[in-house]
Every structure is written in C-alpha cells, then in structure tokens.
C-alpha cells in the first residue's frame, strides 16, 4: 500500500523520507487545507529529497472556482514544477454549483502533461461523487484524493468503498483523519493508497507571545479575503 504524506515544509518532507512514506504532497499552510508552495520549497525539496514528491497548486485558500488571473497563476505554477522535474500535480477546479469544471481541470491535466495527476479535496464538495468520478477519469486523472465527503476518511469509508468498486483507472486515496489507529482499515478494505501528514506540534518559543498572529475570521469556505481598493482610498485620503 501506497503511503502519501502531506508535508507543509522542508522539515517534513525530509521526516517523511526518514519514515519510510512512499510520496509527499508537498503544500503550505495545512491550516487551510494547504496552498501553493513557494519557489524557495520547491528548490529545496527537489534538491534534498530523493522519493516521489508531487506538488500542490493551490492559489488561494477558500473555494475552487478561480479567477482567471488565478487560474493562469495556476497554470505557470505547474509548468514551473514540470520544468523543476517533480513526480505529480495535485489540483482541480469546481464550478459554484460545486459541479467538476471539466474544461479548466482538463487543462490543468494537459498543463502537468507527462507528471501524474492528483484530483484534490475539492472532489469532497461535489454534488454526485459517483458521476464526478467518470469524468475525472475521462480528463486522463490518475488519483482522486477524498475523505468520502465527510470529516474524516473513517466516517466516510462508505462513499470510498463505492467509488473504489466504480473506479476503472484512477486511484481512489483515502485521505482525512487518517492515523496509527485506523490505517489498517483502508488496507483490508482494499486501498491501494492513503494519504496523511502525520504532525506533531513541536514547541519553538520559551513563552507565548503577547499578540497571536493568527486569524481564524479569516478560515472561510464560501469567502475570499481581498483587499478592499475603496477602503484602502479612504484611509490614504484621510492620512494623505
């Protein structure tokens, strides 16, 4: 069984290495479900790490349906991977109506042209599972990563176990929640992959700071944080 670690820095794409984990998916910002790596990750990764990695592309936190400025980013993200010679992209796009947008993910599959292809949690959002399974299969889409379109993989083991039995030529990876405890079960219940990060929180200060630095009105599904150019005009006015 395939064992795909989800892994927010160098750090831990080298402990994935060092834990025998047979692929990282290599992101930022797990918090949010993960972003685009930079350039300066990306470097050092391909440099210092040896096993397959495939690459998160990701613009932006919040939902998939994406601009066209940001899909185009998307779009230069991944040929800078092909060029820096990964293993794999892990992408895809939705609709509003939380259908598969066909014509931008099939692009993005023709972007990573030789480097596998990983469809993301965003397929946990689709209306028919079954139905978006067939047409990521027909986009030439080789892994489809879910939870079962539920919190965790363990609870969505029904809907996995389904699109496993309808899968023809794509992996269906369980991911979410996934743990020492509960691995075994996606091993007897024929899972050829699984993908978890495996964190820990190692502790880096001596004391809390005085201000958190973290935001949580900012982790919103249906919502996209964007500077505000009115707002902006009125405070430069004012302090102009």
């Known amino acids: 069984?395939?064992?795909?670690?989800?892994?927010?820095?160098?750090?831990?794409?080298l402990?994935?290495?060092?834990?025998?984990?047979?692929?990282?998916?290599?992101?930022?910002?797990?918090?949010?479900?993960?972003?685009?790596?930079?350039?300066?990750?990306?470097?050092?990764?391909?440099?210092?790490?040896s096993i397959p990695v495939h690459v998160l592309?990701?613009?932006?936190?919040?939902?998939?349906?994406?601009?066209?400025?940001?899909?185009?980013?998307?779009?230069?993200?991944?040929r800078l991977c092909v060029d820096l010679g990964f293993d794999g992209i892990v992408s895809g796009a939705l609709h509003?109506?939380?259908?598969?947008?066909r014509e931008r993910t099939g692009r993005l599959v023709e972007a990573a042209g030789k480097l596998r292809f990983t469809?993301?949690?965003?397929?946990?959002?689709?209306?028919?599972?079954?139905?978006?399974?067939?047409?990521?299969?027909?986009?030439?889409?080789?892994?489809i990563l879910s939870s079962g379109q539920r919190q965790s993989a363990?609870?969505?083991?029904?809907?996995l176990r389904a699109l496993h039995e309808n899968a023809v030529n794509c992996t269906i990876m369980p991911g979410g929640g996934i743990r020492v405890e509960n691995a075994e079960n996606f091993k007897n219940a024929g899972f050829a992959a699984v993908h978890l990060s495996g964190t820990s929180f190692l502790p880096t200060l001596g004391r809390a700071p005085k201000v958190s630095m973290n935001s949580p009105a900012f982790l919103r599904d249906g919502e996209i944080a964007v500077s505000?150019?009115?707002?902006?005009?009125?405070?430069?006015?004012?302090?102009?």
């Not at 998916?25 to 350039?39: D, I, K, Q, R, W």
């Not at 990701?58 to 991944?78: A, C, H, K, Q, W």
């Not at 509003?96 to 947008?101: C, E, G, L, P, W």
């Open 1 to 13: 069984m395939l064992v795909e670690v989800c892994a927010n820095s160098l750090q831990s794409a």
């Open 15 to 49: 402990n994935a290495e060092r834990g025998n984990a047979d692929r990282i998916e290599l992101c930022s910002e797990l918090a949010v479900g993960g972003v685009t790596p930079s350039y300066g990750l990306l470097k050092a990764v391909r440099e210092q790490v």
């Open 57 to 78: 592309i990701r613009p932006r936190s919040g939902d998939f349906t994406y601009s066209d400025v940001e899909f185009d980013i998307m779009l230069e993200d991944i």
């Open 96 to 101: 509003k109506d939380f259908q598969v947008d």
């Open 119 to 143: 469809f993301h949690r965003a397929f946990d959002w689709v209306v028919d599972p079954i139905e978006a399974l067939k047409e990521l299969e027909g986009l030439g889409v080789d892994t």
């Open 154 to 159: 363990l609870e969505g083991m029904p809907l």
């Open 228 to 240: 505000d150019d009115a707002a902006i005009a009125q405070i430069v006015k004012v302090v102009k």
